[in-house]
Nanobody
Framework: QVQLVESGGGLVQAGGSLRLSCAAS?????LGWAVRLGWYRQAPGKQ?????????????NYADSVKGRFTISRDKAKNTVDLQMSSLKPEDTAVYYC????????WGQGTQVTVSS
């Protein structure tokens, strides 16, 4: 019902920037369901954690660790959600997953972000 494909990960030095993009598709969008989109991340040996979410209405929510550095945005016409990451830190290194939620979670395959010190 929701398919998600991420792009834009890579290697960046501390203090640098990266932009992640996620293309969403599926019957949920064709049927006009309100799907919340967002980004989560999972570092080695750690649990997956929230980074940021954005609702159908554009309401955003950020993890405290990324507030002021990351910005989530959504293009409803294109069904895409982007994550602009700035002032990156080595502790931001993780696999970043695009997430969609409508009655259940949907996940993309993940994209690696590595921040070198």
């Amino acid at each position: 019902q929701v398919q998600l494909v991420e792009s834009g990960g890579g290697l960046v030095q501390a203090g640098g920037s990266l932009r992640l993009s996620c293309a969403a598709s599926g019957s949920a969008f064709r049927l006009g369901w309100a799907v919340r989109l967002g980004w989560y991340r999972q570092a080695p040996g750690k649990q997956r954690e929230l980074v940021a979410t954005i609702s159908e209405a554009g309401v955003t929510n950020y993890a405290d660790s990324v507030k002021g550095r990351f910005t989530i945005s959504r293009d409803k016409a294109k069904n895409t959600v982007d994550l602009q990451m700035s002032s990156l830190k080595p502790e931001d290194t993780a696999v970043y997953y695009c997430n969609g939620w409508h009655r259940r979670d949907y996940w993309g395959q993940g994209t690696q972000v590595t921040v070198s010190s």
